[in-house]
């Protein structure tokens, strides 16, 4: 196939301009709900009857979205062809009785560290809360404050010794401040407020986050690399969306699927995580609506495949032995295929076929990353679905640097070949 020419400064706008709206997992799968919506996707209920009549359908599970579409004429036994990724970053977590004084009056917020965070560069930014809150009558509000909050870090004539080695104690030092003897002392609160509520009673629950405020930066001679937050997942989470959303033709030999997932960054053990039943319920019964049985959905599995894609490491420059010696992905020059021997990411020969022949007909560039045997790899999401479901899996993603820092660095043209290759999988041959 041919993919679509895309203008990769006009594509990384666009995506800047996502990362805003999306700061917190909810924001995102809202935002990106919203865009299949517009598209002429059916939302599904899931406690509703299935639907699986042709064309467009998504659901939401709290952070993470899973859209499908189902071909005219799709079987009991149709294939899927899946793109998963995740739509949660590294955070600080809001605690449960957030509002703490300090003896000297000032006003902070009870954190807690969600994921493996770059905590020295949560310092001296302008926070913001957002998230949701879930109100006595059981609606669901999201909301977001705006810059409200900074985690100070200790001035330099005070610990003379930091440029040696700064040491954070994450009980003490990485509370945010958000005021100086403040009559405004509860968060909640003010967070209802936003809502529409009168006050902190009117909230029975609530998942909250701390998100930089700063807005995504172009940077480079040509404008060529883009700086911001929450790219660790965000980079597929919107590439992918693009992609499937320029699917304008069917593809009658498989269900394509959208998944994003929630809670990566830690551990995927939830109920709309990727160790979950979110991807296997939508799946299952999908089947089951088109007349299979267990039989069925076990051969649609068996026919079935995935791209799991999450960000990974660019070759650094400045710590340039801390990777593989040979296997050297650089920004710029492509996605990249994920390899490691002990299935910390599941690309097998099999998977490594699909990849290539994806990139082969997306006409893109592409890179393969290997982790220096004495800096082991994590891992993402591709092992667990690959356990849970049984489907070919294969591991892929874009080159970053500052992975897990609160501002993270891309490539504008890995973000666009990244999109074409999702959509030259989905598209098929």
Known sequence: MACMSINSQQFAKEFGQFIQDSPSAYHAADTVAKAFTAAGFKPQDETDTWDASAGGHYIIRD?????????????????????????DSPTLKIKPNP???????????????????LINSWLDRDLEVAGRIIDRAGKTHLVRTGPIM????????????????????????????????????????????????ESEAD????????????????????????????????????????????????????????????HEEIGSGTRAGAAGSVLEDVLR??????GGDT????????????????????VHPNYPQKHDPDTRPVMGKGPMLKINANQRYVTD?????????????????????????DVPCGSTIGPMAATR?????????????????????????????????????WAGK
């Open 63 to 87: 952070g993470a979205i899973i859209a499908y579409r189902i071909p005219e004429g799709a079987k009991a036994d149709h294939p899927y062809r899946i793109l998963g990724c995740h739509t």
């Open 99 to 117: 509002d703490a004084t300090s003896p000297d009056g000032f006003n902070q917020v009870g954190v807690e560290i969600y994921g493996g965070a």
């Open 150 to 197: 900074r985690v100070p870090q200790l001035a330099i004539h005070l610990d003379r010794g930091v440029n040696d080695g700064l040491k954070l104690e994450k009980q003490q030092h990485i509370h945010p401040v958000w005021g100086v003897n403040s009559t405004e002392t509860s968060l909640l609160g003010y967070v209802a407020r936003l809502a529409g509520l």
């Open 203 to 262: 909230i029975a629950g609530y998942d909250l986050i701390s998100a930089d405020t700063q807005a995504p930066s172009f940077l480079g001679g040509k404008q060529e690399m883009l700086a911001g937050g929450r790219m660790d997942n965000l980079v597929t989470v919107f590439a992918g969306m693009r992609a499937f959303l320029r699917l304008t033709e069917e593809t009658p030999e498989a269900i394509t699927v959208f998944a994003a997932f929630d």
């Open 285 to 290: 019964r999908t089947t089951t609506a088109l």
């Open 295 to 314: 039989e069925a959905y076990l051969r649609a599995l068996a026919k079935s495949s995935c791209l799991s894609s999450d960000v990974g490491h660019s």
């Open 349 to 373: 020969g099999p998977g490594t076929a699909i990849w290539r022949d994806a990139v082969e007909r997306a006409g893109v560039p592409s890179q393969e990353f290997v982790s220096h045997n």
């Open 389 to 425: 479901l049984g489907i070919l899996t294969v591991d892929i993603g874009v080159p970053i640097l500052s992975m897990h820092s609160i501002r993270e660095l891309c490539h504008v043209d890995d973000l666009v070949a990244l999109s074409k290759v999702c959509e030259a999988y």
